[in-house]
């Protein structure tokens, strides 16, 4: 790289919130002939301004997907060979994650790891007899933005010393999943001081309890919060629950994951009882609700902010669930909605049909769906305009089941269709690449079906980069 390239490098390094910068330099890659990372870089300071839930997002990302791929192990293999030390995916196009296995490595090369690239993401694996605190005496620190930190004692994560360290004040992001850490990590986050950046915690699969839960209930750090995953936390019980949602702190949260923890009916009904003033997405995937919990959720006034809303994974939900949604009168604000494995028949699929919201609906997961031909009829007919985004993997969809789907009017809309785990055949394809209103795919995911080399060819020739057959292993 050129002088001019390294002192353009340096100051997206220096500023990494700065994309103005990060324009400029994709400028200059253009004029020296990396024109692949040059757009990848234009594509990431696009789609960090867009809202998620954006449907041009979803195809950017996926076109930034596509783009990287062919460079991602070369941009790997770029940055500096460190001990203990690897580098995230380059999606941006700009190295800015980095993991290390051992936190020396940090205060031995902190010059060589941030000047790779805009580093902005620091995982760290904590070492029994070591802890964390090397992170707040970094020189670099006051560009972290995320911290993700592994090991299995919370005191080594030194969290009370990292709050406290205004280098550190920007971080937005703490993640302490995977550690299957006790009540004694959420002690030590309820002695934090308030994180003034700290918007985003994840505490996935964790071992806590109630106690637990009421300690970062009350713990400054809360107020800040806008998003908390819990998913996993199988430990915390219907006490554990009630004693955190009673938090006054957490009435700013937008995202909340409850995904997979064990959640009836009842405490979904106390979840509602608590003061939430703008709750944008909700997870509730997986737990042990019934219609009478999802009636529940349809009859909260607090749902009326909810733009997204997952309660895919609950078995037990049937078509008297899909009529309680559909008859709510407060999700005018919905726009991606999961039911993913519901038992649905075509009583339930006609009443979400007819909901007012659907109008509005962006993304539909409808993965297992279960109401058979007669289900897909009244899916098609739905008037859904706004859809761009449809999942039916793992519903056991033949070849015929398409004919119902490649006639709805929503269809030319629509930029990904999720059709992998299926029954499809050779046939099946053909009729997927000799369609009428496809044109607009981004994304075709028929991976998992009996589709033949034949199927691929005719798939290929008509969608080219833009479908995935076969597996994932040879896709």
């Not at 890659?29 to 757009?39: F, P, T, V």
């Not at 080594?156 to 302490?176: I, W, Y």
């Not at 970062?216 to 998913?231: T, V």
Request: hydrophobic share 40%; aromatic share 6%.
């Amino acid at each position: 790289m050129s002088d001019q390239g390294r002192e353009l490098l340096a100051g997206i390094c220096e500023d990494p919130d700065d994309d103005a910068r990060r324009l400029v330099y994709a400028d200059w890659l253009d004029e020296h002939g990396d024109a692949a990372r040059a757009e990848a870089i234009r594509l990431s300071v696009r789609l960090r301004q867009m809202d998620d839930l954006d449907p041009e997002q979803w195809a950017l990302k996926e076109r930034r997907e596509r783009l990287v791929k062919p460079h991602a192990d070369r941009w790997r293999e770029q940055p500096p060979k460190l001990p203990k030390t690897s580098w995230r995916y380059p999606r941006e196009g700009l190295v800015d994650s980095v993991s290390l296995l051992d936190l020396r490595v940090l205060a031995e090369h902190q010059d060589a790891i941030f000047a790779a690239g805009p580093v902005t993401h620091l995982e760290a694996f904590v070492q029994r007899g070591s802890d964390a605190s090397p992170i707040a005496a970094c020189r670099y620190a006051g560009r972290l933005r995320h911290l993700e930190l592994h090991g299995d004692e919370p005191k080594a994560f030194a969290l009370e010393t990292l709050a406290g360290c205004p280098a550190l004040a920007k971080v937005r992001s703490l993640d302490l999943s995977e550690n299957a850490l006790p009540d004694r990590a959420l002690t030590s986050l309820a002695r934090c001081p308030a994180w003034p950046s700290l918007e985003r915690l994840n505490l996935y699969r964790g071992l806590y309890e109630a106690p637990g839960m009421r300690a970062l209930a009350s713990a400054p750090i809360a107020r800040s919060l806008r998003s908390l995953n819990l998913s996993r936390c199988h430990t915390i019980k219907a006490a554990g629950l009630r004693a955190l949602l009673r938090s006054e702190h957490l009435t700013g949260l937008r995202e909340l994951n409850l995904a997979e923890c064990q959640v009836g009916s009842r405490v979904i009904k106390d979840l509602f009882a608590y003061p939430w003033q703008g709750l944008e997405r909700l997870d509730l995937s997986s737990n042990d609700l019934t219609a009478a919990g999802v009636r529940h959720v349809a009859g909260s006034l607090r749902m009326a902010t909810v733009r997204s809303l997952n309660l895919g994974g609950n078995h037990h939900v049937n078509d008297d669930g899909a009529v309680a949604l559909a008859r709510s009168p407060h999700l005018g604000a919905l726009v991606a909605l999961d039911l993913g494995f519901w038992e649905l028949r075509a009583r339930g699929v006609r009443a979400l049909a007819e909901a007012p919201w659907m109008k509005q609906m962006r993304r539909l997961e409808l993965c297992g769906f279960t109401a058979s031909a007669a289900g897909l009829e009244i899916l098609a007919g739905a008037e859904m305009p706004a859809l761009r985004w449809l999942d039916l993997c793992y519903s056991h969809l033949g070849d015929e089941d398409l004919r119902p789907l490649l006639g709805a009017a929503w269809l030319p809309r629509l930029t990904f269709l999720e059709l992998g785990n299926n029954e499809l055949t050779a046939a099946g394809a053909k009729m997927l690449a000799e369609a009428d209103g496809l044109e607009g795919l981004v994304s075709l995911n028929v991976t998992y079906n009996e589709i033949g080399d034949e199927g691929k060819k005719v798939l290929r020739r008509r969608f080219g980069e833009r479908v995935r057959v076969g597996t994932v292993y040879d896709d």
